[in-house]
C-alpha cells in the first residue's frame, strides 16, 4: 500500500537537536539556521513527520553552512503523523494538512523572509511536502524548487509550475514511481521555457533522504548524494 510507504522508518522527533532556533516567524514556529544577512534563503517543507525530524534539520544546518538562511516551518502545527494510529487513519491526517491551504501558509513566511532583506528564495519538499512546493512554484512566491521523492503530486499540478524544478525520485516507489516521475519530466520538457532535472536514484526505497539510518553508510551514501544534487540546484538559480 503506497501509504505505507510514507508512514515507514518514522524517526525519533527531537525539539532539541539542530544548531539553529526554533522562532516564530511568519505566524510559524520555525526551525532557523543560517545567516541572518543571506540575500538568499531555502525553504524546506517535511514530510508528514514533521519539522522536528533530526535528518531535516541536519539537512538544514548543511544549507546554512554553504550560505544560506534556512526556514523549516512547522507547517503541521505540532500534529505529525503518528504511523498505525487506531484512531485516526493516514487520510483522515491528511484531510487535516491539506497541500492547498498549507501553501498559503506558506506565505507569511516567504513574505517574512523578504522583510529580512532576502532577494531570492529556493524551496525544497519532501514526501508530502512536495505537494506544498509544486503550490508555492505556480505562483513567483520562489525562484527556483526542489522536489524529493514527492508523494501525490499530480501531472496537472506539475503543468502549472513556473519556476525551474528538480526532482529527485526513489528507484522503489509506489507513491510515485519512476514512470511517473519521467511523464512529469516529459510534460516540462515540452514547455521549453521551464528549466528541469530529472534523477532517479537507483536501488533505495521513498524517503530515502531524510529517513535513513545514520549508522549505515549506504543508505547515508545515497541521501548525501540527493542533498549534493538538492545544493547544486540551488547553486544555480539562487545566488
Not at 508528514?48 to 531535516?56: Q, T
Not at 513566511?109 to 525544497?124: F, Q, T
Not at 510515485?176 to 533505495?204: C, M
Not at 549534493?228 to 538559480?237: I, L, N, R
Amino acid at each position: 500500500m503506497a501509504n505505507a510507504q510514507c508512514c515507514a522508518n518514522a524517526p525519533t522527533l527531537s525539539s532539541t537537536c539542530g544548531g539553529g532556533l526554533v522562532e516564530d516567524f511568519g505566524g510559524l514556529k520555525t526551525y532557523i539556521t543560517g545567516s541572518s544577512n543571506s540575500k538568499n534563503a531555502i525553504l524546506l517543507v517535511s514530510d508528514v513527520f514533521g519539522y522536528e525530524a533530526p535528518n531535516l534539520r541536519k539537512l538544514a544546518d548543511k544549507a546554512a553552512a554553504a550560505g544560506y538562511l534556512v526556514v523549516v516551518p512547522d507547517f503541521l502545527h505540532g500534529d505529525p503523523l503518528v504511523p498505525n494510529n487506531p484512531h485516526r487513519s493516514f487520510q483522515a491526517w491528511a484531510n487535516d494538512h491539506q497541500a492547498v491551504k498549507v501553501a498559503e501558509e506558506a506565505i507569511p513566511v516567504i513574505e517574512a523572509l523578504k522583510n529580512k532583506g532576502v532577494s531570492k528564495i529556493g524551496a525544497a519538499g519532501f514526501c508530502w511536502g512536495a505537494q506544498v512546493i509544486v503550490e508555492l512554484a505556480k505562483h513567483p512566491f520562489i525562484d527556483a524548487a526542489v522536489l524529493l521523492h514527492p508523494s501525490f503530486v499530480t501531472l496537472d499540478g506539475i503543468l502549472g509550475v513556473k519556476v525551474p524544478i528538480s526532482i529527485l525520485g526513489a528507484e522503489i516507489d509506489q507513491i510515485s514511481p519512476p514512470e511517473l516521475l519521467k511523464q512529469f519530466s516529459d510534460a516540462l520538457e515540452a514547455k521549453k521555457e521551464i528549466d528541469h532535472f530529472l534523477k532517479i536514484f537507483p536501488g533505495v526505497t521513498h524517503g530515502w533522504t531524510v529517513k535513513y539510518k545514520s549508522d549505515d553508510p549506504e543508505a547515508v551514501k545515497c541521501a548525501e548524494e540527493a542533498h549534493k544534487d538538492m545544493m547544486d540546484w540551488f547553486a544555480k538559480y539562487i545566488c
